[in-house]
T-cell receptor
């Protein structure tokens, strides 16, 4: 199993450009999440999807949109990138059951917006 | 901010020593989790402790939870160089299933 995969690994954008970050999981998890991590900060939740067909805003959703394409895939879109969106983005999926809630993280996408 | 707070922000110890990291939070929780992040990597789940539990062990890890003080601690015994990483506590959001609020982390350096 590959677990949670993210593409691309790195991206440089100019202000105003758009892009989509891709995430896929092969663990048959219902819930998926997008976080951003900035220096000196913990992870902050951007959007999440509790199940296929549903998405909800997290703590910092402004400037982002998401699509839960199917159970495996959850994408994050920046429509008009801003320098404040320079960050490392992590996707995660969640296992529930057997009394242990665990989030599994992808390796991250490093985004620089100039 | 609803983030929890870890302290210390950074910790440097020698191999073989114990490392203790603390996490405080402000509102009630259902559970609290600890994650590890190696440099340049995603987070890895270490352990979950529920609000009705006081202590939990997993290998060289020991987690305690004091809900009256709204705090938790992670103890790594007999540390190894491979334990060098950042450690984050995460508490459940209290609202939607699975939503977590992460602290800012403790950066642990274990010197051989």
């Amino acid at each position: 199993n590959a677990g949670v995969t993210q593409t691309p690994k790195f991206q440089v954008l100019k202000t105003g450009q758009s892009m989509t970050l891709q995430c896929a999981q092969d663990m048959n998890h219902n819930s998926m999440y997008w976080y951003r991590q900035d220096p000196g900060m913990g992870l902050r939740l951007i959007y999440y999807s509790a199940s296929e067909g549903t998405t909800d805003k997290g703590e910092v959703p402004n400037g982002y949109n998401v699509s839960r394409l199917n159970k495996r895939e959850f994408s994050l879109r920046l429509e008009s990138a801003a320098p404040s969106q320079t960050s490392v983005y992590f996707c995660a999926s969640e296992s529930w059951g057997a009394g242990e809630e665990t989030q599994y993280f992808g390796p991250g996408t490093r985004l620089l917006v100039l | 901010s609803q983030q929890g707070e870890e302290d210390p922000q950074a910790l440097s110890i020698q191999e073989g020593e114990n490392a203790t990291m603390n996490c405080s939070y402000k509102t009630s929780i259902n559970n609290l989790q600890w994650y590890r992040q190696n440099s340049g990597r995603g987070l890895v789940h270490l352990i979950l402790i529920r609000s009705n539990e006081r202590e939990k062990h997993s290998g060289r890890l020991r987690v305690t939870l004091d809900t009256s003080k709204k705090s938790s601690s992670l103890l790594i015994t007999a540390s190894r160089a491979a334990d060098t990483a950042s450690y984050f506590c995460a508490r459940d959001y209290g609202g939607s299933q699975g939503n977590l609020i992460f602290g800012k982390g403790t950066k642990l350096s274990v010197k051989p």
